[in-house]
């Protein structure tokens, strides 16, 4: 009789650890994660020897057990391309997709895994367009899943470790590599290869993920919301340089453009060519907008030398501010569905 009293207890006892160990995991907070591709999901290919797309979201996640620990993690695969096909065909519908989990009210959060090349774009783009301040984290690699010190991994359990953080909450879409926090808006790629590759000039990162905690210093004062047009129209990037006679913004216009973004010099200044190429099309109605290919500082109509910045701004030209190129071309992506007056759009720049 003692024995089978006991044989109970011990079974009573591993069934009340069992539902204990379901209950915490039911208790763990929800993280999605949402797969696009990129460094990060590629592997060496055995006969080319050389990187390629290769993992799935899940392995990824499989592949960082400590994650487990702290969340349940739900993938979703939107698709496995390097980052350099990424663009206006696929971020809307990535934009969808986030709202539409991130609209899951036991969602604390959405980590969305990314090539590095055009990581700090599609940041900005969904900052710009998402509808929810929960946290949204961009992260990537620079090592792929073949190296044996693959940076993967530790970027998407810092990921997890700072949506779960307080303070995580109207940061707006971060990018977040190499323990340090950076803002969409600001962030851009500075290196090749390096892991710390990521950083905002100017601005500063936001914070970093150490190893105790999430430590947030700043939020990011530049940031609006703007309604995901139905449409992406055209919009082409020109880049100035030395001896640049204009056939660039001119076949650019006339071949489709709706806007053009112009890489300028310095405060936002280009040649005299450069300067009737573009008071030409701006005087059809495609609008031009001049960014600064100059890593710090702002676009500014300052020199009045025909092609100055200040004689752009005469002939109708939006100045970007301290936007990258490639960030001027997103904010005019978005934009110029919704309008293209000129004092329309520089106010959004100016924002």
Not at 93 to 114: F, N
Not at 218 to 243: C, F, H, N, W
Not at 265 to 270: E, I
Not at 317 to 341: E, M, Q, S, Y
Request: glycine share 10%; hydrophobic share 45%; net charge neutral.
């Amino acid at each position: 009789m003692t024995g089978t009293i006991l044989r109970q207890a011990r079974l009573g006892l591993i069934s009340l650890t069992l539902l204990a160990g379901q209950a915490g995991a039911a208790e763990l907070p929800k993280i999605a994660v949402v797969a696009t591709g990129g460094t990060i999901a590629m592997k060496l290919d055995p006969t080319t020897h050389a990187p390629v797309p290769a993992l799935s979201g899940e392995d990824l996640v499989s592949a960082v057990p400590k994650l487990k620990d702290i969340a349940t993690v739900a993938v979703t695969e939107f698709s496995n391309v390097p980052s350099d096909y990424m663009g206006p065909d696929r971020w809307p519908a990535l934009s969808r997709k986030v709202d539409e989990i991130l609209a899951d009210p036991g969602v604390r959060g959405v980590i969305v895994l990314h090539g590095t090349d055009t990581l700090d774009q599609t940041a900005y783009f969904l900052d710009l367009t998402l509808k929810s301040d929960k946290p949204v984290v961009l992260v990537g690699a620079q090592r792929n899943a073949s190296d044996w010190d693959a940076d993967g991994p530790r970027n998407l359990l810092n990921a997890a470790r700072q949506i779960l953080a307080d303070g995580s909450v109207g940061m707006g879409v971060t990018v977040t590599l190499n323990h340090r926090i950076n803002a969409a808006r600001e962030v851009r790629k500075t290196h090749t290869s390096n892991v710390e590759t990521f950083n905002s000039g100017d601005a500063g990162i936001l914070g970093y993920v150490d190893e105790d905690r999430v430590v947030f210093s700043r939020k990011s004062l530049r940031r609006q919301t703007l309604p995901l047009p139905e449409r992406m129209p055209r919009i082409d990037l020109v880049s100035m340089y030395a001896g640049a006679d204009g056939s660039q913004v001119r076949h650019a216009a006339e071949t489709g453009a709706e806007a053009i973004v112009v890489e300028a010099y310095g405060w936002g200044n280009m040649n005299a060519e450069m300067h009737d190429a573009i008071a030409e099309v701006i005087a059809k109605g495609v609008p031009v907008i001049v960014a600064t290919k100059v890593y710090d500082g702002r676009a500014l109509p300052v020199y009045g030398f025909k092609g100055g910045g200040n004689t752009l701004l005469k002939a109708g030209a939006v100045f970007a501010g301290d936007l990258t190129p490639d960030k001027a071309r997103i904010l005019t992506l978005i934009a110029l569905p919704t309008t293209k007056d000129r004092a329309a759009l520089q106010s959004l720049f100016d924002k």
